[in-house]
Structure formats: C-alpha cells, structure tokens
Antibody, heavy 126, light 110 residues
C-alpha cells in the first residue's frame, strides 16, 4: 500500500528557505512509470502545482515559482525534497507531496496524481 | 483565484443525487481530461475520477464523471453522510505545461 508522508519545519522566517521532505513507502521513486510532485494550498485558496520530478533527475516547475524552487531526490532513502527560497507570508500554505501518473496511449495523453500525502502546514512568520 | 472554476458549495440530503461542475478553458479541459479528488480535512486527498470518467479500484460506482467541451462534471448518487467532504477538479494545462486545479466545492449532506 503506497504511502507518502511530508515532513519539515512548520514555521519558517521571511526571506529564509522552506525545506520539506516526502518519504515514500510502498513504491520506489525510481519507478519509471511515475513522476513525483509537490502541490500547495494557501489558506482559503486553491491548490497550486509547485513542481514535479522524474527518476532520471528531470524536473518541471510552475513558471510562477521556478526562480525560487528546487525539487531533488534521495533514492537511498526513497525520499524527494522541496526547497523554496526567499519565502514571504504569501507562501504560507499546506504543502502536499503526491505521485503523478503520466502516460500516453492510443486515446491520448493523461496525467493525474493518484496518491497524496496528508499534507503539512508551513507558516511563514517572524 | 483558481484556473478551473467550481461552485464553492453544494448540498443534498441522503439518497439524493448531486452534481458538481468544473469550468475551464481550451488550454486545459478543452484539450485534456478531467480528474476529481475527494478531500477530508487532515487527510490525504483521494483520487475519485481520472480520465473524465474512470474510477480507481475501490471507488464506489455512486461516483461518476463526465466532460463536455471545456467543462467537467462530477455526479454523486445515493448520497451518504460520509460523502461530506471537499471535492476538487483538476486537469492538465498546455500553457502551464503542468496540472491546474479548481477552487474546491464543499459538499454538505443535510
């Protein structure tokens, strides 16, 4: 049974770097059939895709966050991580990690997050 | 403001059928499929519908999805109290080259 668990500080100071880790159990982040990603939800607002990584090391970021975001992997621990630099209060959100299924078949191209972590609240405040 | 538009709330009584709409554009729903998630506070969002109308294993057939043009729809029949949750639609956006989400619909079972 696949499980994803976010971990990291719940409070980060403005201008500092937010760092979160997603620990995956029940699958390998090196599984070529999946990507692994981060999504966030600020209080009272919509879900927002942050970025996604593939086992090969390829990364894909939301253009609105690209200059501040890095997603990386630690295959030895079956974890992937998020770093968001120069945070402000606007970055306060619940952060989720999730597995992305992305594939082509005869009918077209399909993408969906099939498993999510339960999320972790990160507050940016001094 | 979310890229996909959902009504903020919906309600129904046990046994009823409710539908939740999701409106997008040509760069997302108009070109790609719609997925739906169910979310209870403090828990992991759960994939409910993918590829417009496909249910993952374990999702009851009371839940169904459809798509027409640049809009998607989630229908829940035989409403149960346990269906009270937030429901989010999602799709791939070709302009963003990434997934986009609706703002969520809070379903209340009266």
């Amino acid at each position: 049974h696949l499980q994803l668990q976010e971990s990291g500080p719940g409070l980060v100071k403005p201008s500092e770097t937010l760092s979160l880790t997603c620990t995956v159990s029940g699958d390998s982040i090196s599984n070529r059939n999946y990507y692994w990603g981060w999504i966030r939800q600020p209080p009272g607002k919509a879900l927002e895709w942050i970025g996604t990584m593939y086992y090969s090391g390829s990364t894909y970021y939301n253009p609105s966050l690209k200059s501040r975001v890095t997603i990386s992997e630690d295959t030895s621990k079956n974890q992937f991580s998020l770093k968001l630099r120069f945070v402000t209060a606007a970055d306060t959100a619940v952060f989720y990690c999730a597995r992305l299924r992305s594939y082509y078949d005869s009918s077209g191209y399909y993408n969906y997050f099939d498993y999510w972590g339960q999320g972790t609240l990160v507050t940016v405040s001094s | 403001q979310s890229v996909l538009t959902q009504p903020p709330s919906a309600s129904g009584t046990p046994g009823q059928r409710v539908t939740i709409s999701c409106s997008g554009s040509s760069s997302n729903i108009g070109t790609n499929t719609v997925n739906w998630y169910q979310h209870l506070p403090g828990t992991a969002p759960k994939l409910l519908i993918y590829r417009n109308n496909q249910r993952p294993s374990g999702v009851p057939d009371r839940f169904s999805g459809s798509k027409s043009g640049t809009s998607g729809s989630l229908a829940i029949s035989g409403l149960l109290s346990e269906d009270e949750a937030a429901y989010y639609c999602a799709s791939w956006d070709d302009s963003l080259n990434g997934p986009v989400f609706g703002g969520g619909t809070k379903l209340t079972v009266l």
